[in-house]
């Protein structure tokens, strides 16, 4: 399994961004996805979470209301709209793939997640 991330960069607070990452190497549609990020020294912390048809989300509290998960199955593609950026936000942000199809109510930890990307880095000024 690969999963490439992209659409990271560098913004002013208050703007926008939309992450991807596309997905290959076993049937996409069958597996829960999820982001997670990580700032310098700290741990990977669990951002948002779609289940296999998109009909379940969840979010972390800090992002809840300003990022919004999707993903389109025909693409092998999950996507992170995150709106309002703030500069608390500034990490690399990473998809992965889980082992199964559907999300829980508590958000998942790292080691849920089977498949990792390669990240891609968000940087958020003030």
């Known amino acids: 399994v690969q999963l490439v991330e992209s659409g990271g960069g560098l913004v002013q607070a208050g703007a926008s961004l939309r992450l991807s990452c596309r997905a290959s190497?076993?049937?996409?549609?069958?597996?829960?996805m999820g982001w997670f990020r990580q700032a310098p020294g700290k741990e990977r912390e669990f951002v948002a979470a779609i289940s296999w048809n998109g009909g379940t989300t969840l979010y972390a509290d800090s992002v809840k209301g300003r990022f919004t998960i999707s993903r389109d199955n025909a693409k092998n593609t999950v996507y992170l709209q995150m709106n309002g950026l703030k500069p608390e936000d500034t990490a690399r942000y990473y998809c992965a793939q889980d082992s199964f199809g559907g999300i829980g109510v508590q958000p998942p930890g790292p080691d849920e997640y089977d498949y990792w990307g390669q990240g891609t880095q968000v940087t958020v000024s003030s």
């Open positions: 190497g076993r049937t996409f549609s069958n597996y829960a």
